[in-house]
Each structure stands twice: as C-alpha cells, then as structure tokens.
C-alpha cells in the first residue's frame, strides 16, 4: 500500500466500509501517527458515549419543549423532585454545571415559579432549593412522559444489558469524578 497515494487508499477504504469521508479521514490520520489501538473503524468510547449523549438529549429536548422546558432545567427540577432542600453547590455537582450556570437556570425556574430559594438556617450565604407546588405538579405531569422515553430508548437492549451498561456507566462515572 505504500506505492498508492493518499487519494487512493481513501477510496480504497471507502469501498471496504460504507463510512463518512470525514470519519476515514480521521482514521488515516491517526493510523499515520501511529495512535491507533483498537479496530480502524470502532469509534471511541468517549465518541461513543458523547454521541449517545446527543441524541438522548435532543430526544427528550423535543417533547420537553412542548412544556417550554429545558433538559438542563429537567435535571434540576427532578434532582430537587427526588432530594429537595439542597444548596446550590450540592445541585451544581449532582447536575454536573458550574454554578454559574446553574445560577442562571435556577433564576429562570424561580421566575417562572416551579423553585424557591431559601435562606440556609446554618449558613446565612447559603441557599437551599426547594420546589414550589407548581414544580412538583409539573414534574409529576411529566414524569410519565419521561419514563416512557425512557422506556422507549431502552427497549433496544435486554433487561442484562440495560442493568450491566448502567452499571458500568456508573462506575465510569465515579472513576472520573
């Protein structure tokens, strides 16, 4: 192969694998330096699980935003559903936003009236978040719906493999944070 010019073993490549030009271009360039430690076209596990990542989001971003409601602001309105009363911190961490961020999503809840931000008793700088009774009807209103996404996106793994993926995915977790 090393008489055939770059042109060539791109075609070549291409006719073995019905694959993007992108994606061959990529691995050609990473088999020429020489990285490559996996099958030349088995995407990473980072790629993977980004991508997986996406699409989920977009899934449930599209039938959130029939209730003008975010993924982000889900997640956070579902962490308080399940463990209401805590401090911006601990939601930021549990969420996986900075706070910064997390500060902006939690303005737009609480004008919207679905959180309320009280006063810590232990810690005058601190606020805890609670959800409003629109919050809680709201998340009850859409957990259903949620579920059954859920249920849905799942349904292409067997009951083993949903359980050993979610295991692994948690312990990924916890190895990198």
């Known amino acids: 192969m090393e008489g055939i010019n770059h042109k060539k073993k791109l075609d070549m490549y291409r006719k073995m694998v019905d694959i993007s030009i992108i994606d061959i271009y990529n691995r050609y360039a990473i088999y020429k330096k020489g990285l490559i430690v996996m099958n030349s076209f088995e995407k990473p596990l980072n790629i993977l699980i980004h991508q997986t990542n996406i699409i989920l989001r977009n899934i449930l971003q599209k039938e959130l935003s029939n209730y003008n409601i975010t993924a982000e602001q889900w997640a956070i309105l579902i962490e308080l559903y399940n463990d209401e009363g805590i401090n911006q911190k601990e939601l930021a961490k549990r969420c996986l936003k900075d706070t910064a961020a997390l500060t902006r999503s939690l303005d737009i809840l609480e004008k919207r009236e679905f959180i ?57 977790i916890k190895g990198l944070v």
Do not use: A, H, Y
């Open 116 to 172: 309320k931000r009280e006063k810590s008793p232990n810690d005058r700088r601190e606020f805890l978040i609670f959800l409003t009774g629109n919050g809680c009807e709201l998340v009850e209103g859409l957990l259903p719906m949620v579920l059954e996404i859920r249920k849905k996106i799942t349904s292409v793994l067997s009951e083993e493999e949903n359980n050993m993926l979610s295991s692994l995915l948690q312990k990924l």
